[in-house]
């Protein structure tokens, strides 16, 4: 579905619609993920040796049955942390809109999670680990049945303009975010709150749900449990914008220099030159930062002059990251090698079987025939540096989820048994339709004749990228006609909740090929129910093993971020979810 | 295949051509850029018709047929230009690209050649309301952005060679539908039309024995034109995903794989696009040569003759 031109991360194109699209968003610390170890992630990692001092974790018990695991009071100064300098950052593609409510592409979510915005009330603060507490000055304390979550705001914290944030800024983002003449792609993650329905659906103007208990207490009901929606609280779409400023400025200049709370401003935003200018904010509610004195973008580059770019030094950092064409290349270059950080993410890549209702699809040993067909590790060296082999329904990385399910192996005698088992001795033929974008051509052929070998013999059919959306959507309406299409997910959340309820839940979102499992379905709701992550993790676990039989995709890959830094920065962090973090880089 | 490419010189009318070439050296039967291009393109449809013995093109050898860090391997006797970026052999992705040129080049060209002659003639023998139709139909087939219509018919046809030889006549008919249709009306009121007329012909046959053999030498001449447009356009169309699909060898495949790899393996942009010069100006060459031969076409060349 949907993504960019861009040679990074894969990115969902904007549907506008009352729907979660699928965001990219990429990984965390690999040191960090390594060790294991959630709170030190940040200091621990040795690609960030002079790392965040926000390191220093308090696994707080929160009050009023929260489990949120840990509580970190922000970014800190870093010790060696130098002031001043710019930094130059260079993309493929426009933002589609810097207004926090409707920005989805990468461009876009970059500046709108670290630079102009950051956070909400709650906020991803390091590579690893869930949400904390940001502009709430804690975590919520929840009521007894988890519906009810009171946020206390932290008091003196400013929008650009001067002004402090209060509790009805909160109500009015949302409300503005959820209305439906706003059609944001995201109001899906809001829809447990109290309310949000109605309003999505315009029969009500105000949010009955949240309400505000003076400058400074903010409480939001849910209509049922959901450990998600504390996720969401940390994304941009829910971040405070001031109601003056939005008004002042209209739709269009919002979308171009909106006024946030993140650690820089925006200067200037200029759509013939595309390039936008950003400085830093001094009253930034983390003392000390950011270092920086500004950021500038630059977009429209081709990914590969890109690269050439920060070679020579003229730019400091790849928005979307090292072209997956180049990426081997680059690791295997003594001189380039120094530019490139890998991470690994929470995103992968597969090949959507559609039609499960009708032969040959319809009979889960095909499908499985499928997946145990494909040789991963020779499909890995083609994809080298930029995704893993990985024949599991959910991402290799995932923050908080511990994997159980056996990913699919190579095993062509397996697949060509099950196939004889389920009625095709001789295999059969089918069409394999794949955007244009770089790597889903060199995908599709190594996949193609490796399917050929058991004698499922795939023909390609390669369309632009906006095309092969139209087709899937169409395909959730009935109307399509693909039998197996190559896709991506990249998740904006750091739990399996995120591909699951927009993938694999019946009628979900982003559920193209129609794949509807009751099981799924009621395990699905539980686990959103559920706070206690490891009784979570166990029905992720449980839904990925159902979901890894019935085998409604052939799992191929799971995605590796290989961050383009130039040589001139300093402790450079990042995350899949939310990007680069520019408060606390240095030059 | 040459021989279909490289139309024997016309039956010209014997009243113009016999008297200028009786003053013509033998050189000028044969000019320099004709036999150069004769040669050129003859080179190549060998390549093209002996493809298979260049190699297997689909054939993935991931773990020879690349380095040991998964890049393309360069020239080496085993693999003469190297391997592409999935270990296949890029000699014999270049002969199977060639041969898909030449056959789209010759297909599409005599398709869209003979649309176009048919419409021109047509309009310009019959006037009147088929004249207005055909013609403001050409007017608008001439009107079109070419890759933007191109793109658009892709999306209404499943992907292959068939695809891109529809594409490419139903955008490259109407430039020889223009010429013939004004060759015609020159020729329209000439004594041996009305004549032919005159004795009662009846109009198709008029058309068919005696306006057509006149504007013969000009299609002829137009063609090798038209062919190497054709060939630079099927490249075009498969670098943009609208024309042959991968695994399928083709030159504009070939060329927007290599692209990415420019910085560390030149050679696979580089031979298919040296390759998509040659055959062009092979074409241009022979065209060139055809003109300086035609005397009624006596203009000031590229070539300077």
Redesign the interface.
Known sequence: MSRSADDGPRWPLPVARDSTSRRGFLRMSGAAGLLGTLGAAGAASSLAACSSGAAATSPTAAGGGVRIKEYVPGPQPVSGGQYGGTVRVVWSDPPNSLDPALGYNLTAWDAITELVFFGGLMAYDKQLGGPVANIAAGPPAMSADNTTLTFTLRPGVKFHNGREIVASDFIYSWERMLAPAMASWATSYLTSIAGASELIAGKTKKLEGVEARGDHTLVVHLTAPDFTILNALALPFTAPVPREEVERLGATKFGQTPVGSGPFRITSYDSAAQTAAFERFDDYMYPGLPYLDAVTYRWGVDP?VQ??ELENGSVDLLGPGI?S??A??V???PTLRDLAQQRPSPGNLWLTIYNMDKPPFDNPKVRQALNWAVDRA?LG??T?GTFAPWGAPFPQQIASFRQTFTPYGYDPAKARQLLAEAGYPHGFSAELTIS?D?PY??V???V??QLSAVGVHV??????SN?LLSLEEAEQTGGGHLQLDADDWYEVQPTPADEVDALYVSGASSNYNRYSNAQVDSLAARARRTFDEAERNTIYAQIQQIIGEDAPFVFLESALWLAGVGKRLHNYQYRGETYTYYDRLWV | MAQTAIPAPAPAPADTVTEAVSERSRRARWPASLIAGVILLLIFAGIAVAAPAFGNP?Q?N??TG??R???PLGISWAHPLGTD??GRSELARLAFGIRTSMIVAIVSNVTSIAIGAAVGLAAGFFRGPVEAILMRVTDVGLALPYTLAALVIA?LM??GLTRVIVIITALFWAYPARLVYGEVLRLRHRGFVESADAIGARGVSIAGRHLLPHVFPLLVTYSPLNAASAVVFEATLSY??AGI???TASLGNMIS?G??????APHLLLVPAVAILLITMSFLLIGEGLKARNPDLARVSWLGR
């Open positions: 590969n690269l050439l072209p064409s180049q081997a290349y690791l295997a270059n020779a060296r083609e080298y244009s770089d051509p060199t599709a052929q190594v193609q004749a023909s390609l059919n390669e369309v632009s095309a | 689909l993935q991931l773990l690349l380095s860090t998964g890049l970026l999935l999306g499943t992907a943009l995903g699909n991968p695994p794989d692209q990415t790899a420019i910085s560390y």
